[in-house]
C-alpha cells in the first residue's frame, strides 16, 4: 500500500509503503495486521531529485520496526544495491523487507540488545572472509533459514593472483508467475584445477554482497587435472539442484568448466519448475561464455 505526502509530489515522494503480511491482512477478525507497538512497520522511499530520470537510486528508511541495528542496516544497505535503473523499488524492496517481517527479525528484537549476547542462529552477518590460525577463510552464509552450509576455503588460494578467473554473469532472469523478487543470475569460468574452482567460488561469496546473500548458490563443475577427470556438484540448499547442474554440464558435453547460479527467492513456490529455470539459467550461461553453441 503506497501512498505519498502531497497532491504536486508525485515525482518527488517521499512514498510509504506499509509492510504488512498476507495472511494477517486478509483476518477480519479484527487483528494488528501486522502491527507492533510501535505501529504498522513502514518503508518510506525518498525520491532524488531528477527521479525517474537520473542514475541516482531511491533512498530507503524504516519505520515503526524493531530490530537489532546492524541487522537494519544491512537490510537497507541489501535494498540500495538491489537498485537498478527502471527499477520499480516499491514491489521489490517492499516484498524483501516482507520477508524479513515474516522471519521475526524485523519484530520483537530490542535494539539496544548486543548482537553477541542473543544469536539464536537464526541470523549472523554473512562473514567477508576472515582468516584463522590455520589458514583458512570461512564464509558463514547470512541466515540458516535454507540450509546453506558454512564453507571453508584455503587462504593461500584465495590470495593467490595465479588462480584467478574471469567470470562471465547472464542477466538477472525473473522467472514467470514468481514473487516479484524472485531471481537468477548464472556465473561461469573456466577451470582447470580444483584451485581455481575455491578461487572462483570465494571471489563470488567473499566480493558479491548480493551473491553472498542470495537463498542458494548451487553450482558444478568438470575439469581434466593431469590426465583425470575431476567433477561435483552442490545443492547449497536447493535439494537437487546440483544434481541438475551437473547433468546439463554432461548433457552438454563441456569441460574444464564451473557454473554457479544464484537465487534469490521471491516467496512464491515455484515447485519443480524451478529445475527448470535453474538449468536454463546456467546454459544461457554456458552460452554466454561461449562453452555451448546458441543451437545446441
Known sequence: RISNVGDDAALEGPWFLLIRHADVESDHGGGSNGSSSLGTPTLEIRLPPRYP????????????????????QQLLQELRDMYEVEMDVGILWGERCREELLSGEM?????????????????????????NSEGISTFIPPTTRYHQPIRHFPTEVVNNKKYERTIIRTPPFHPPKSGPSETM?????????????QWALAELLF?????????????????????????????????????????????????????????????????????????????DGLVQGGYVDQGK
Open 185 to 197: 543470475i548464472a556465473h561461469v569460468c573456466t577451470v582447470t584445477c580444483m584451485e581455481h574452482v
Open 207 to 283: 566480493n558479491d554482497k548480493k551473491v553472498a546473500k542470495a537463498t542458494h548458490n548451487m553450482f558444478a563443475y568438470r575439469f581434466t587435472d593431469n590426465g583425470s577427470h575431476v567433477s561435483d556438484n552442490d545443492d547449497d540448499g536447493e535439494k537437487g539442484s546440483g544434481s541438475k547442474l551437473a547433468a546439463l554440464l554432461e548433457m552438454c558435453h563441456v569441460d574444464n568448466v564451473l557454473v554457479v547460479v544464484s537465487r534469490w527467492y521471491g516467496g512464491v513456490l515455484l515447485g519443480p519448475a524451478r529445475f527448470k529455470w535453474i538449468a536454463g539459467v546456467a546454459r
Open 53 to 72: 530520470f537520473g542514475e541516482e537510486g531511491p533512498e530507503p528508511i524504516l519505520h515503526n520496526v524493531m530490530m537489532k541495528p546492524q541487522l537494519k
Open 107 to 131: 519484530s520483537g528484537v530490542d535494539e539496544d540488545e548486543n548482537d553477541s549476547n542473543n544469536n539464536d542462529g537464526r541470523e549472523t552477518p554473512a562473514n567477508t572472509g576472515s582468516d
